[in-house]
């Protein structure tokens, strides 16, 4: 039995109950019927990752498509250069901006547009200078420099003096020896995965649409290292206010030569610190 055909058994008995529940009844129906809300629909996000690559009088720009589209789909992009404020639109990337003048720096910006409106603008490209030559690799990166670690190096650069004239889209960092590489987007890059108490070099390359530049010049080189482990076998030998403890180094340095060690004694807290076996705590109490 349907719940219209139960609803209608229990309106036709009049009584007072019975017109509650139909009443009742009819609400939920009322309700269930009413269209749901959807979720709003907005303008798209912004584009990332704009990349320009030069050529006489123009520049084509890349880029990807917001993480959002609004909830509708994007019916277009428009690519603005700065200065000067040209502007192209069109379906998808790359998209050419044309009459630009050689020689000039230009930046790029670009908007999504869907049937709401359009969204906010990316994040500005790195310069651009149109050229009647064409794009090239990027030059070598300089100041290469790590900052070692726990089995891992933090290797800072800058950017090459020449994009070559285009957008420089990675670097990537070769530790040497044993080759390890990191790629990013940018300035420091961690070479993970390395040796404590070997010591590497490094040297970075950056990556344009046109391909990859030559290596920079070698850092010098970077020894990860972590702390060492606890010494062993600590034994002392008493004296008149005052103990020699004599202990055995760790079984690992961290990778990096031990400098010094510290005695500390319980209760009372005294320590002292020395480079090797045995160290003579004293200030104690006889007793």
Same mark, same amino acid.
């Given at each position: ?139 070598? /990166?300089? %100041? &290469? *420099? $790590?900052?070692? !670690? @726990?089995? =891992?190096?933090?290797? #800072? +650069? ?72 606890? /010494?062993? %076998? &600590? *034994? $002392?030998?008493? !004296? @008149?206010? =005052?103990?020699?403890? #004599? +202990? ?40």
């Amino acid at each position: 039995m349907t719940s219209a055909i139960v609803a209608k058994s229990i309106l036709r008995r009049r009584t007072p109950i019975a017109l509650a529940i139909s009443l009742i009844v009819g609400f939920a129906f009322l309700i269930i019927g009413l269209p749901t809300a959807g979720a709003a629909v907005t303008v798209p996000g912004a584009p990332t990752l704009v990349v320009g690559t030069r050529g006489n009088g123009l520049v084509t720009v890349g880029f990807v498509a917001p993480v959002s589209n609004g909830g509708s789909a994007i019916t277009s992009y428009a690519v603005t250069a700065s200065p000067g404020g040209a502007t192209v639109s069109g379906g998808a990337s790359p998209l050419v901006v044309t009459g630009l003048t050689n020689g000039t720096a230009y930046t790029f910006t670009v908007t999504a547009t869907n049937v709401v409106g359009t969204g906010l603008a990316s994040a500005a490209s790195a310069a651009i200078t149109p050229s009647t030559s064409a794009a090239t690799v990027p030059g070598t /990166p300089t %100041s &290469v *420099v $790590g900052t070692r !670690g @726990n089995g =891992q190096v933090s290797v #800072a +650069f800058t950017a090459p003096s020449s994009n070559g004239g285009a957008s420089i889209t990675s670097y990537t960092v070769t530790a040497s020896p044993g080759g390890a590489s990191v790629s990013g987007s940018g300035s420091p890059l961690v070479v993970t995965g390395l040796t404590n108490g070997t010591a590497y070099t490094f040297t970075v390359k950056a990556t344009n649409a046109v391909g990859t530049g030559a290596a920079s010049s070698t850092s010098a080189s970077v020894t990860p290292a972590t702390v060492p482990g606890a /010494p062993t %076998s &600590v *034994v $002392g030998t008493r !004296g @008149n206010g =005052q103990v020699s403890v #004599a +202990f055995s180094a760790p079984s690992s340095s961290g990778g990096s030569s031990i400098t010094s060690y510290t005695v500390t004694a319980s209760p009372g807290g005294a320590t002292v610190s020395g480079s090797n076996s045995p160290i003579v705590v004293t200030g104690l109490t006889n007793g």
